[in-house]
C-alpha cells in the first residue's frame, strides 16, 4: 500500500537536491496539477534561446566581416590620405629650396609670414573687441528706438491737440454766427455729450488738449532724458566702433595683400626653370614653413605609414588608391547575405513563442509558491531556501539550484546542511508540494525517503515543528496530516497526534 502512494519522481530528485533537473520537477506535478500538460512546453523555452544564440552568433559574424572590411577601407583611405600629405610636404620642401634660390622669393615669403602673423593677430583682437562692441551697439540701438518711439508719440499726440483745438474753433465760429462747413458737421469726438451747451463743449476741449499737452510734456521730459543717456553712452560707442572697423579693414587689406603676393610667389616658382616640380597648385603659399618644420612632418607620415596594417587580399599597395579588390569583398559578402538570409533571420511562430513563455511562468510562479511554502516551515529552524533556474553549461538543459541562508546571514548549499536540517526540508518539500496540488489527506511515510535520511529522532522532531503550523496557520486547518512511520520508536508523546500501531501478521 506505501508503496503505491511513493511519488517515485519526488524520490529520484532526493539524489541531488543541490541541482534538479527542471523536467524532473515538472514530473512530480504531472497528472496531479491543473493544466500540468503545458508546464513541459515551457521547456522549449531552451530550444528558442539555442536559436536565437545561433542567429546572433551568425549576425555576429557577418557583421564581423563588414566591420573588419570596413576597417580595411577607412586604414587604406588614411594611407592614401598620408601620401597625399607627403606629397604636399614634399612640394612645400620644394618650394622652401627655391626660396633660398631667390632673394625675390625670400623676401616674399619673409613678408608673407609677417602679413600671416599680423592678419592672425588682428583677429584674435577683432574676436575679444567684438563681444563689447555688439554690447555697445545694442544698447545704442535700444537707446534710438526708444527716442524714436517717444518722438512718434508726442507727434500723435500733437495732432490730437490740433484737433481739439479745431473743435474749440468750429464751436466758436457757430456761436458768432459763421458758417460751417460741410465736412466739419460731423461728431469727430462722441466722447463729448451734444446735450452740453457750447460753453460746456469748450472747456470739456480745452481741458482735453491740457490732458493732452501734460502727456506731450512728459514723453519731451523722456526723450530728453534718453538723449542725455546717448550722449554718455555714445563717445565710448564710437570708439569700439572706430577700433572695430579699423581692424576689420586692416585685415581685409592685409589678406588682399597675401593674395595678390600668393600670386606673385606662385608665378616666380611656377617660370624658374631650375625647379623640379612644378605642381604647386595643391600648396598654400601663405602658410608655408621652416624646411626644419617640414621634414619633421615627413618624418611623422612616414613613421605613420608604416603602421597601417591593411589585408593583402583587399588592397594592391602598388596602387594605393585602386578600391577594386575591397569592393570585390563587400559584393561577395553582400551576395552571401542574401543565399543565407533564412540563417540570419528569425522566422517567428508568435503563438508558439507566446505559449511556451506562458507556460514558463506559471512553471516560475509554481516554483515561487513552492519556495513560499517551503519557507513557511524553515523558519521554525532558523533557515530560508531560495529556488532558482539555472541553464546548463552546455546550454541544453534547465535545471533548478537551491540555496540556503542559516540565521539570516549564513550562504549555504544542501549537502552543507545538518542531518536533521536535511531531513526537515525533504520531509516539508514533500509536504509543501501536496499542499500546492490541493490534496487535503497529505500522507508521508520514513518509507519515502532514502535510508540515510531515516532518522527516527530528526523525523520526530521535524513532525513536533509543523504540527503547530497546521493547527493555527488558517490556510493550513484544512488538511490532514498522516504519517506511516515503519520501525521507528518514538520515544516521547507528540501533542495532538493521533497515533494507531498496526501489528504485522503472523
Do not use: W
Not at 481739439?164 to 460741410?182: C, L, V, Y
Not at 457750447?198 to 510734456?217: G, M, T, Y
Not at 616658382?269 to 602658410?287: R, T, V, Y
Not at 509554481?366 to 532558482?388: A, G, M, P, V, Y
Amino acid at each position: 500500500m506505501v508503496k503505491s502512494l511513493k511519488n517515485e519522481v519526488f524520490s529520484e530528485i532526493l539524489e541531488n537536491l543541490d541541482l534538479i533537473p527542471l523536467k524532473k520537477f515538472i514530473g512530480i506535478y504531472l497528472e496531479r496539477l491543473d493544466n500540468s500538460s503545458n508546464l513541459e512546453k515551457g521547456l522549449a523555452l531552451i530550444r528558442l534561446l539555442n536559436e536565437f544564440h545561433d542567429l546572433m552568433k551568425k549576425n555576429i559574424e557577418i557583421v564581423s566581416q563588414y566591420s573588419e572590411i570596413l576597417e580595411s577601407v577607412i586604414s587604406l583611405l588614411r594611407f592614401n590620405s598620408l601620401l597625399k600629405e607627403k606629397e604636399n610636404f614634399l612640394i612645400e620642401l620644394e618650394i622652401t629650396e627655391e626660396y633660398k634660390k631667390s632673394s625675390d622669393n625670400a623676401a616674399i615669403s619673409d613678408l608673407l609670414k609677417k602679413l600671416n602673423k599680423s592678419i592672425n593677430d588682428n583677429k584674435k583682437k577683432l574676436k575679444y573687441l567684438e563681444e563689447d562692441y555688439s554690447q555697445r551697439k545694442n544698447q545704442i540701438d535700444q537707446i534710438n528706438k526708444t527716442i524714436k518711439n517717444y518722438e512718434l508719440k508726442v507727434k500723435d499726440l500733437t495732432k490730437q491737440k490740433k484737433e481739439f483745438f479745431s473743435q474749440i474753433n468750429k464751436i466758436t465760429r457757430e456761436m458768432s454766427g459763421s458758417p460751417i462747413k460741410e465736412k466739419e458737421e460731423s461728431n469727430l469726438f462722441p466722447e463729448i455729450d451734444d446735450s452740453l451747451t457750447n460753453s460746456q463743449k469748450i472747456k470739456a476741449f480745452q481741458k482735453k488738449a491740457k490732458d493732452v499737452q501734460s502727456e506731450i510734456n512728459e514723453f519731451n521730459l523722456k526723450i530728453g532724458e534718453t538723449k542725455l543717456k546717448f550722449n554718455e553712452f555714445n563717445p565710448l560707442y564710437e570708439i569700439y566702433k572706430r577700433d572695430y572697423e579699423k581692424l576689420k579693414e586692416m585685415i581685409k587689406t592685409d589678406e588682399q595683400r597675401v593674395e595678390d603676393l600668393q600670386v606673385e610667389l606662385k608665378d616666380n616658382l611656377m617660370e624658374n626653370e631650375n625647379g623640379s616640380h612644378k605642381n604647386f597648385n595643391g600648396i598654400d603659399l601663405k602658410l608655408v614653413r621652416s624646411k626644419q618644420d617640414i621634414e619633421d612632418d615627413i618624418k611623422k607620415t612616414d613613421e605613420e605609414l608604416k603602421i597601417i596594417s591593411i589585408p593583402g587580399d583587399l588592397c594592391n599597395l602598388q596602387n594605393p588608391e585602386d578600391l577594386s579588390r575591397i569592393k570585390e569583398k563587400l559584393n561577395d559578402n553582400f551576395n552571401n547575405l542574401k543565399i543565407h538570409k533564412s540563417e540570419i533571420k528569425i522566422e517567428k511562430n508568435e503563438g508558439q513563442i507566446r505559449e511556451t513563455f506562458e507556460s514558463f511562468q506559471r512553471l516560475e510562479i509554481i516554483i515561487d509558491e513552492l519556495e513560499s511554502l517551503i519557507n513557511k516551515f524553515l523558519q521554525e529552524i532558523n533557515l530560508r531556501s531560495n529556488f532558482s533556474i539555472h541553464l546548463s553549461n552546455d546550454n541544453k538543459s534547465f535545471f533548478i539550484k537551491i540555496g540556503f541562508i542559516r540565521n539570516n546571514r549564513e550562504k549555504i548549499t544542501f549537502n552543507e546542511l545538518t542531518t536533521p536540517e536535511k531531513i526537515f526540508f525533504i520531509i516539508i518539500y514533500y509536504i509543501s508540494i501536496e499542499l500546492q496540488v490541493k490534496n487535503d489527506n497529505i500522507i508521508f511515510s520514513n518509507l519515502f525517503i532514502p535510508s540515510i535520511y531515516n532518522k527516527a529522532g530528526s523525523i520526530f522532531r521535524t513532525i513536533r515543528k509543523i504540527l503547530p503550523l497546521f493547527e493555527n496557520e488558517e490556510d493550513l486547518t484544512n488538511f490532514n496530516l498522516i504519517f506511516i512511520l515503519s520501525n521507528l520508536e518514538m520515544k516521547k508523546e507528540i501533542k495532538n497526534l493521533k497515533i494507531i500501531t498496526i501489528q504485522a501478521n503472523g
